[in-house]
C-alpha cells in the first residue's frame, strides 16, 4: 500500500523567508506525485506534479519540488514567500497506473507579513 | 465556468437523517472521486468511479452510497447520518490514465448536529 508522510505539521515563516516542505512517500513501484495547496476556505488546487522526466519540476506562482528517487523524497520550495501563500499544503502519491491518489496530512504555511 | 461543481456548499443536518451530496463537472472527464477531509484536515479518498462503473471503493460505511446517473455527474448519499460524518466532502474528476491529474471541486461542509 502507498503512504506519504509530511513532516512539518505547522511552518510559520517571514515574507520573504525562503521555504522547504517534506514530503516522502512509501510505494513499490513507479510513483507521479503532486502537491495541491488549499488556501483558507477553498478547494484544492494543484501547484505542480511529476511524472518522468526531469526531476526538478516548476509549478504555478513560483513554487518547484525536487524528485528524488533515492530519497523517495518529492520536497516543495519556494525562495520568498508572500503572505498570499498562507494556505495548507499537501503531498500526494499515485502508483503509476493507478487511480488511487494518496494525501499526506498536509502542512499548514502560516507566512508573517 | 466552474469545472467542478458541488451542491450544496453548506449542509447543517440533525442526527439520523439522510443526505444527499451532488457533483457535476463539465471538464468531458471519465472519472470521478468522493473524499473525506476531517477536522485535522486529513483527505481520504471514499469512492472513484470511471465511466458510471465503480473503480475504488475504501472502507467506508455501506450508509454511504454513490450514485452516477452519467459521466459528468457522481452524487453521494448518507443514509442515518452519525456525528463522526461531520466532515468536508470533495469532488474531483480526472481523465483516465495513469497521467491524469484529479480536479477537485469547492467541497460540501456537512455537520450533524
Known amino acids: 500500500a502507498q503512504s506519504v508522510s509530511q513532516h512539518n505539521h505547522h511552518v510559520i515563516l517571514s515574507e520573504a523567508a525562503s521555504l522547504e516542505l517534506g514530503c516522502n512517500y512509501s510505494?513499490?513501484?513507479?510513483?507521479?506525485l503532486f502537491w495541491y495547496v488549499q488556501y483558507p476556505g477553498q478547494h484544492l488546487q494543484l501547484l505542480l506534479k511529476?511524472?518522468?522526466?526531469?526531476?526538478l519540476v516548476k509549478g504555478i506562482k513560483g513554487f518547484e519540488a525536487e524528485f528524488i528517487k533515492s530519497k523517495f523524497s518529492f520536497n516543495l520550495r519556494k525562495p520568498s514567500v508572500q503572505w498570499s501563500d498562507t494556505a495548507e499544503y499537501f503531498c500526494?502519491?499515485?502508483?503509476?497506473?493507478?487511480?488511487?491518489?494518496?494525501f499526506g496530512k498536509g502542512t499548514k504555511l502560516s507566512v508573517i507579513p | 465556468d466552474t469545472a467542478v461543481s458541488q451542491t450544496p456548499k453548506y449542509l447543517v443536518t440533525q442526527m439520523g437523517n439522510d443526505k444527499s451530496i451532488k457533483c457535476e463537472q463539465n471538464l468531458g472527464h471519465d472519472t470521478m472521486y468522493w473524499y473525506k477531509q476531517d477536522s485535522k484536515k486529513f483527505l481520504k479518498i471514499m469512492f472513484s468511479y470511471n465511466n458510471k462503473e465503480l473503480i475504488i471503493n475504501e472502507t467506508v460505511p455501506n450508509r454511504f452510497s454513490p450514485k452516477s446517473p452519467d459521466k459528468a455527474h457522481l452524487n453521494l448519499h448518507i443514509n442515518s447520518l452519525e456525528l463522526g460524518d461531520s466532515a468536508v466532502y470533495f469532488c474531483?474528476?480526472?481523465?483516465?490514465?495513469?497521467?491524469?491529474?484529479?480536479?477537485f471541486g469547492p467541497g460540501t461542509r456537512l455537520l450533524v448536529l
Open positions: 510505494y513499490g513501484g513507479t510513483v507521479n
Open positions: 511529476y511524472f518522468s522526466g526531469d526531476p
Open positions: 474531483a474528476s480526472s481523465l483516465p490514465g495513469p497521467k491524469e491529474t484529479q480536479y
Open positions: 500526494a502519491v499515485k502508483g503509476a497506473g493507478s487511480y488511487q491518489l494518496t
